[in-house]
């Protein structure tokens, strides 16, 4: 590490083997209270800089705190058998916007429970190691948004049908997946009440 200026009068540094430039800050303990609030937070959908400015750190300590989290409490659950899997997307810039991270997330409809994740591309490969591993919860139908790449992982046949919606899985019909049939509409209405992706 090399001295890289100053900022707000502080003593910024630079890697030089990767690049990064960072100002060393006192090692002030943080309360559990924050991390849990940082991590529930950025389970709901905020940014990492967005709770960051909430809890007033900053978008690495996030971060940080959301990968111990994950390490400590998250292991993927047993498969067992499932009827809905609703499959979503999310992404989170590393170092700028050029390089992103996608993280797919797989859901049990009736429950709302994640089952499981991907991290990687917004491409078919990524998608592709998720869906093999979902194979083992045996479920009937895939809901999913409208990106490219569902079309070509999620099988319309061989006994698996596929919801492209963003709004609500329970209300998607469209005629090449058979969702529009009476059979299917009569399990729509007798189902719980959709929840949010």
């Keep these: ?40 937070l950025s389970g709901h959908g905020l940014s990492l800089r967005a709770v960051g400015k909430l809890l007033g750190t900053t978008g690495q300590s996030v971060l940080r705190w959301v990968c111990q989290s994950v390490d400590r409490h998250c292991s993927k659950p047993t498969p067992e058998p499932v009827t809905v899997i609703a499959i979503d997307e999310m992404w989170h810039d590393l170092g700028g916007k050029a390089q992103k991270l996608w993280i797919w997330k797989a859901y049990d409809r009736d429950s709302g429970r994640l089952i499981d994740w991907e991290c990687g591309k917004r491409d078919e490969a990524t998608f592709r190691r998720l869906y093999e591993r979902l194979q083992c919860w045996g479920a009937c139908l895939f809901c999913t948004d409208q990106f490219a790449v569902s079309d070509a992982v999620l099988p319309v046949s061989g006994g698996i049908i596929r919801a492209r919606t963003r709004v609500s899985p329970w209300s998607a019909t469209i005629a090449a997946s058979g969702i529009g049939s009476e059979p299917a509409a009569a399990s729509r209405s007798s189902s719980p009440r959709a929840r949010p992706w």
């Excluded at 430039?21 to 940082?38: C, N, S």
């Design 1 to 40: 590490m090399v001295k890289s200026g100053h900022v707000l009068g502080k003593q910024r540094w630079l890697c030089r083997r990767c690049g990064f430039q960072f100002t060393r800050l006192p090692d002030i303990p943080v309360p559990e209270p924050t991390k849990q609030a940082a991590v529930t």
